[in-house]
T-cell receptor, first 115, second 110 residues
Framework: GAVVSQHPSRVICKSGTSVKIECRSL??????MFWYRQFPKQSLMLMAT?????????EQGVEKDKFLINHASLTLSTLTVTSAHPEDSSFYIC???????????FGPGTRLTVL | EDKVVQSPLSLVVHEGDTVTLNCSYE??????LLWYKQEKKAPTFLFML????IEKKSGRLSSILDKKELFSILNITATQTGDSAIYLC??????????FGQGTRLTINP
């Protein structure tokens, strides 16, 4: 089956620093990747849609200058949380779509804690 | 605005019981409805439903979609403690975006 990896799985950083999270599709090419955020006891909220070779599309209320997304190849998308603050602490999950059918495959998630 | 509402939000049953989880939706342009199971990490795919009235089955889990009444159910029979998880229902919007419901937190007690 399709496998999506994320790195790192867990990161703790100081307030004001930037954190980069990688999302890779391991055995398929992902034309589109999605970044979600999940706060404790809440559902997944879509942050942005990342298309290879073009600018990401951000959902309403998501600051594009704070959450930088780069989809440089068909197997890699990165999310950089710039100048992180404690309120950015959350579980960040990516998913990848292969271009055929509607199924999305999720990465294992990255737990970000900002002190 | 497209909306997905799941019920109940939380459910506690004993091992061996059968449970039914509900997902109702409002959407302007329906494509597919998906069910996911989320344990400690990211969601794992269970079912994708596109057509009304056709039951999808995988072991003790089954799901069906009613496009007239705009809902789907997920059934789990002979529940086991390993079924404890959050079950998420999601709609696919245009360009493959997923809109998730709040989830149902299912707890199976031995």
């Amino acid at each position: 089956g399709a496998v999506v990896s994320q790195h790192p799985s867990r990161v703790i950083c100081k307030s004001g620093t930037s954190v980069k999270i990688e999302c890779r599709s391991l055995d398929f090419q992902a034309t589109t990747m999605f970044w979600y955020r999940q706060f404790p006891k809440q559902s997944l909220m879509l942050m942005a849609t990342s298309n290879e070779g073009s600018k990401a599309t951000y959902e309403q209320g998501v600051e594009k200058d704070k959450f930088l997304i780069n989809h440089a190849s068909l197997t890699l998308s990165t999310l950089t949380v710039t100048s992180a603050h404690p309120e950015d602490s959350s579980f960040y999950i990516c998913s990848a779509h292969s271009g055929g059918g509607d199924t999305q495959y999720f990465g294992p998630g990255t737990r970000l804690t900002v002190l | 605005e497209d909306k997905v509402v799941q019920s109940p939000l939380s459910l506690v049953v004993h091992e061996g019981d059968t449970v039914t989880l509900n997902c109702s939706y409002e959407v302007t342009n329906f494509r597919s409805l998906l069910w996911y199971k989320q344990e400690k990490k990211a969601p794992t795919f269970l079912f994708m439903l596109t057509s009304s009235g056709i039951e999808k089955k995988s072991g003790r889990l089954s799901s069906i979609l009613d496009k007239k009444e705009l809902f789907s159910i997920l059934n789990i029979t002979a529940t086991q403690t390993g079924d404890s998880a959050i079950y998420l229902c999601a709609l696919i919007q245009g360009a493959q975006k997923l809109v998730f419901g709040q989830g149902t937190r299912l707890t199976i007690n031995p």
